[in-house]
């Protein structure tokens, strides 16, 4: 079974532009889920999605968005980036939500802002 | 809301020898997950404890959950090149409305000096 793939590996972007980042979970996979990694702050939870409705949203500002398709593939999107959003964007599939689903990471999407 | 901690932050041991990393939760878990991420790769799913109590083995891994399921352990026997890398733990935070994140503490990073 393919694993978690996320596209594109690395970005690199300049301050007020905006990105979409993608993620395919594993097949049959329903749940996916958006984490920001930096050294500073470790793993942070952006938003969950499952059958295309967002779940669960962290603490992090409009500017930081996302969708999933009838497909399960989700996107996220980030506008008017700033120099702060430098991240490695990890996106995490599992079979279904709640509370007692282990987490199938991807390689993540390096983005680096300018 | 719920934070999960880790200690220690670093930990450098000599090839051969222990490693314990230690979670803290300030809320009550109904599990806990732990998850290993190498350099440069992303973090993968290693064990889930549910029950009080419950005491894990893989290989040379022993992972422990606490009687009051707020705190968890994992201790590395024989420490070897190969276990180099971040291990975090993650307990599930109730978001509301049957919806659950997953809350990852800072990790401990792991050197094994040869």
């Known amino acids: 079974k393919a694993g978690v793939t996320q596209t594109p590996r690395y970005l690199i972007k300049t301050r007020g532009q905006q990105v979409t980042l993608s993620c395919s979970p594993i097949s049959g996979h329903r749940s996916v889920s958006w984490y920001q990694q930096t050294p500073g702050q470790g793993l942070q939870f952006l938003f969950e999605?499952?059958?295309?409705?967002?779940?669960n949203k962290g603490n992090f500002p409009g500017r930081f968005s996302g969708r999933q398709f009838s497909n399960s593939r989700s996107e996220m999107n980030v506008s008017t980036l700033e120099l702060g959003d430098s991240a490695l964007y990890l996106c995490a599939s599992s079979p279904v939500t709640g509370d007692n689903s282990p987490l199938h990471f991807g390689n993540g999407t390096r983005l680096t802002v300018t | 809301g719920q934070q999960v901690m880790q200690i220690p932050q670093y930990q450098h041991v000599q090839e051969g020898e222990d490693f314990t990393t230690y979670c803290n939760s300030s809320?009550?878990?109904?599990?806990i997950q732990w998850y290993k991420q190498r350099p440069g790769g992303h973090p993968v799913f290693l064990i889930q404890l549910v029950k009080s109590g419950e005491v894990k083995k893989q290989k040379r891994l022993t992972f422990q959950f606490g009687e009051a399921k707020k705190n968890s352990s994992l201790h590395i026997t024989a420490t070897q090149t190969t276990d180099v890398g971040t291990y975090f733990c993650?307990?599930?935070?109730?978001?509301?409305?049957?919806?659950?994140?997953?809350?990852f503490g800072k990790g401990t990073k792991l050197s094994v000096i040869p």
């Open positions: 993650a307990g599930p935070t109730d978001s509301g409305a049957g919806s659950y994140q997953l809350t």
């Open positions: 809320t009550t878990l109904s599990n």
């Open positions: 999605y499952f059958s295309e409705t967002q779940r």
